[in-house]
């Protein structure tokens, strides 16, 4: 099946700093990814749709120069926390839609494992 | 209001249970609907994946779609411990849509 690998799965880094997660679509091409952020007990938000070749599309209140995200190729998603702080802490989780296959009835948005942000 | 409602829980119940988990919305224009697990500290797995109104089968799992009610379900038959995990909806206006999640209902199977 559709695989999305996420890297690293774990962070954690010093206020100030900037991070870089990735967003890989291993056995599919994905012409666009979403990236969802998670707080504790809570679901999924939006924050952005990724699109390969474009700019991305950004949820209302997301600070499009904060979260930094570039789709570069049909298997690759990149998201960029800029100038990290603690509020930035949370699961931050990437989902690709198989491209240029059926119907979208039958693909349905298959999610990495989740990146777990600690800024201190 | 949220545009979709799901009850947190959390849920238990014993071994061999049915348990049943449901979302309500106020967007009639929802058309997709789905239901993941999501284990803990793991990117949510799509259960089940249905279109506008009627029931969808797979194994232990039933999803029920109730459009003039606004109100979704997912059965499960057997339950099991390994079935323990936090569940969300999930819907769209159209195909390749945006999704929007419910809250997760954290369910817990006791052996």
């Known amino acids: 099946g559709a695989v999305v690998s996420q890297h690293p799965s774990r962070v954690i880094c010093k206020s100030g700093t900037s991070v870089k997660i990735e967003c890989r679509s291993l056995?599919?091409?994905?012409?666009?990814m979403f990236w969802y952020r998670q707080f504790p007990k809570q679901s999924l938000m939006l924050m952005a749709t990724?699109?390969?070749?474009?700019?991305?599309?950004?949820e209302q209140g997301v600070e499009k120069d904060k979260f930094l995200i570039n789709h570069a190729s049909l298997t690759l998603s990149t998201l960029t926390v800029t100038s990290a702080h603690p509020e930035d802490s949370s699961f931050y989780i990437c989902?690709?839609?198989?491209?240029?296959?059926?119907?979208?009835?039958?693909?349905?948005?298959?999610f990495g494992n989740g990146t777990r942000l600690t800024v201190t | 209001q949220k545009e979709v409602e799901q009850d947190p829980g959390p849920l238990s119940v014993p071994e061999g249970a049915i348990v049943s988990l449901n979302c309500t919305y106020s967007?009639?224009?929802?058309?997709?609907f789905m239901w993941y697990r999501q284990y803990s500290r793991k990117g949510p797995e799509l259960l089940m994946y249905?279109?506008?109104?009627g029931n969808k089968e797979d194994g232990r799992f039933t999803a029920q779609v109730d459009k003039s009610s606004k109100y979704i379900s997912l059965f499960i038959r057997d339950s099991q411990p390994s079935d323990s995990a936090t569940y969300l909806c999930?819907?769209?206006?159209?195909?390749?849509?945006?999704?929007?999640f419910g809250q997760g209902t954290e369910l817990s199977v006791k052996p």
């Open positions: 999930a819907m769209s206006y159209n195909q390749g849509g945006k999704l929007i």
């Open positions: 989902s690709a839609r198989v491209s240029g296959g059926p119907s979208s009835y039958n693909s349905p948005l298959h």
């Open positions: 967007n009639s224009a929802f058309q997709y």
């Open positions: 056995d599919f091409q994905a012409t666009t």
């Open positions: 990724s699109n390969e070749g474009s700019k991305a599309t950004y």
């Open positions: 249905t279109y506008s109104s």
